[in-house]
């Protein structure tokens, strides 16, 4: 136990088996909060910040959960969870990329599903942040690499668009994240209405007013909505932004750019 924040004094537990835990990553915990230095801790997401290996990074180097069931687990695997006062968010380190992608309910299944569903997850995000730049790169700068028919549907399908691809796509994007920031605020009771309504309706009328076509929004829909199989939701914001990272590679610099950015 110990207290980080010069003036709050918050109260820090750190738990672990101490039969099980590395004593290293345990001494190197220890280290981590005693070099805090801040006025205050007003939730564990200070105590990641300052105990995370880098900051120059979008993805989340420790795993917060409110979850006790994964705590303890992970605990039990001889991992080390750092839990903080006044706050229902615990923080488990060390994690690998892979943590991301489990949940608990997988451990209500056999061996074969629960592995089954984490591959889904795992292959939802990479089509979700992959997709969009593939799909500029292909349709603008390499379309020898598509096939004929493809690119006849592609082309049939662009016909009453005004814009170029790259614009029409990231103007749907756009617009579709704006619906997602604004859902988050709606009331409660008519969160569903206006989000998934909004969303329809929107949509239909892009595609039949002309400004966008078809396949764009089917795309843009279906990445928007991969990026949620991710189970963390810091793991969901940074593949979020990775995928205009990419999707500007391609809109430039076609399929190479996008795998040039990608490695």
């Given at each position: 136990?110990t207290?980080?924040?010069?003036?709050?004094?918050?109260e820090i537990?750190?738990?672990?088996?101490?039969?099980?835990?590395?004593?290293e990553?345990?001494?190197?915990?220890?280290?981590?909060?005693?070099?805090?230095?801040?006025?205050?801790?007003?939730?564990s997401?200070?105590i990641?910040?300052?105990?995370?290996?880098?900051?120059f990074?979008?993805?989340?180097?420790v795993?917060?959960?409110?979850?006790?069931?994964?705590?303890?687990?992970?605990?039990?695997e001889?991992?080390?969870?750092?839990?903080?006062?006044?706050?229902?968010?615990q923080?488990?380190?060390?994690?690998?990329s892979?943590?991301?992608?489990q949940?608990?309910?997988?451990?209500?299944f056999?061996?074969?599903?629960?592995?089954?569903?984490?591959?889904?997850r795992?292959?939802?995000?990479i089509?979700a942040?992959?997709?969009?730049?593939?799909?500029?790169?292909?349709?603008s700068?390499?379309?020898?690499?598509?096939?004929p028919s493809?690119?006849?549907?592609?082309?049939?399908s662009?016909?009453?668009?005004?814009f170029?691809a790259?614009?029409?796509?990231?103007?749907?994007?756009?617009?579709?994240?704006?619906?997602?920031?604004?859902?988050?605020?709606?009331?409660?009771?008519?969160?569903?209405?206006?989000?998934?309504?909004?969303?329809?309706?929107?949509?239909?009328?892009?595609?039949?007013?002309?400004?966008v076509?078809?396949?764009?929004?089917a795309?843009v829909?279906?990445?928007?909505?991969?990026?949620?199989?991710?189970?963390?939701?810091?793991?969901?914001e940074?593949?979020?932004?990775?995928?205009y990272?990419?999707?500007?590679a391609?809109?430039?610099?076609?399929?190479?750019?996008?795998?040039?950015a990608?490695?």
């Amino acid at each position: 136990k110990t207290t980080a924040g010069e003036r709050t004094k918050t109260e820090i537990i750190i738990a672990y088996l101490e039969d099980v835990a590395n004593p290293e990553i345990v001494q190197e915990v220890h280290k981590r909060l005693a070099e805090i230095q801040i006025d205050g801790i007003l939730e564990s997401g200070y105590i990641a910040e300052f105990i995370s290996d880098t900051k120059f990074t979008p993805f989340p180097l420790v795993q917060e959960t409110e979850r006790t069931d994964r705590v303890v687990a992970a605990i039990l695997e001889g991992r080390v969870a750092i839990l903080v006062d006044r706050t229902p968010f615990q923080i488990v380190v060390p994690v690998v990329s892979n943590e991301f992608y489990q949940t608990p309910e997988d451990f209500y299944f056999n061996w074969i599903t629960g592995t089954a569903l984490r591959l889904v997850r795992a292959l939802g995000t990479i089509i979700a942040v992959t997709l969009p730049g593939f799909y500029l790169s292909m349709i603008s700068i390499n379309p020898e690499l598509l096939p004929p028919s493809i690119v006849q549907l592609e082309s049939s399908s662009r016909t009453q668009v005004p814009f170029p691809a790259a614009l029409e796509l990231a103007l749907t994007f756009f617009a579709f994240e704006v619906l997602r920031e604004a859902s988050v605020r709606f009331p409660t009771n008519i969160n569903m209405i206006l989000g998934v309504g909004g969303g329809i309706i929107m949509g239909l009328a892009a595609i039949n007013s002309g400004l966008v076509s078809g396949i764009s929004v089917a795309i843009v829909v279906f990445c928007v909505l991969s990026t949620f199989s991710t189970s963390n939701p810091a793991k969901e914001e940074a593949w979020r932004w990775v995928r205009y990272v990419l999707f500007a590679a391609g809109a430039a610099f076609g399929f190479i750019g996008v795998i040039a950015a990608g490695v």
